[in-house]
């Protein structure tokens, strides 16, 4: 399975409507790959906290089968004519409560939105993501042909039991997009390692190069095998790593050191 992961520049002088363009065009020249990979709200920028409400997009349609959002219209067409499974990264989202969501969208190799997960963890303690959007609340995976996902965004990548529970639900590879400081860099890349080994699974992180507002972004996606070893890691700006995974080699690896099977916490309720 050929994995692509787009590593976006968010340029503040790009304007949203060409840099949706850009990046179609990107996912377009990625045919031959199963797998593209996009970074979190590469759109507007992951700290661009005054662009999420104007640039928010409905997806209630989509799940109907009629795309409402651009971002999501021009995605599914790249998708289509790529020929790829695409993990288009998120987009602010207003769901129809009217909140906020910071939502990331799959489309299948015909151009339909199969998953959409609404990040649990929102960043910022009390501000930005934080407080101006809502929280999604559901594990997702999906099952493509050749391995299960399972589906995390940025902050999330902070909190193991998420994954934990994306293992139980068959996940065999983590895609995790994100708008990752710079500042935080080292916490990144150890981080999505530490994932990958617990866990005995694949772990693409795609973020996102520039500064969003102000806030340097550590760019450096990384594509991690079950072992823990880096097959993949770009460098600050945009760039796009493209890896081989081999299915077999999850399976392999919690055969051959079976840790998950020893697991005793959280795998029942606790007793009263």
Not at 71 to 79: D, I, K, V
Not at 94 to 102: E, F, K, S
Not at 142 to 165: K, V
Not at 219 to 225: E, R
Request: with cysteine; glycine share 10%; charged share 25%.
């Amino acid at each position: 399975m050929r994995a692509s992961l787009i590593q976006i520049d968010v340029n503040p002088d790009e304007s949203i409507n060409s840099r949706r363009r850009r990046v179609g065009s990107l996912v377009r020249e990625q045919r031959g790959s199963d797998l593209v990979v996009l970074p979190e709200l590469w759109t507007v920028g992951a700290f661009a906290y005054d662009l999420f409400a104007d640039e928010a997009e409905t997806l209630d349609g989509a799940r109907e089968g009629a795309l409402d959002g651009t971002t999501a219209r021009e995605m599914s067409e790249a998708a289509r004519e790529a020929g790829v499974w695409l993990h288009a990264g998120s987009v602010p989202e207003r769901g129809a409560d009217g909140v906020l969501y910071n939502t990331s969208l799959v489309f299948s190799p015909d151009g339909e939105l199969a998953h959409s997960y609404r990040k649990i963890h929102r960043f910022g303690f009390d501000k930005g993501e934080a407080v101006l959007m809502g929280a999604g609340s559901q594990l997702v995976t999906a099952a493509l042909p050749e391995l299960t996902l399972g589906l995390a965004t940025c902050y999330d990548l902070r909190f193991p039991e998420l994954f934990r529970g994306l293992v139980d639900a068959g996940a065999q590879a983590f895609v995790i997009p994100a708008g990752w400081p710079e500042r935080r860099r080292a916490h990144w890349t150890l981080l999505a390692r530490a994932r990958a080994v617990e866990n005995q699974a694949y772990v693409l992180a795609c973020g996102t190069g520039g500064t969003h507002a102000g806030v340097e972004q550590a760019g450096h996606s990384i594509a991690v095998d079950p072992w823990g070893e880096v097959l993949a890691e770009a460098g600050p700006g945009e760039e796009i790593l493209t890896v081989d995974l081999d299915p077999a080699r999850v399976a392999e690896t919690r055969e051959v050191f079976p840790a998950l099977k020893d697991r005793v916490l959280g795998l029942e309720a606790p007793k009263r």
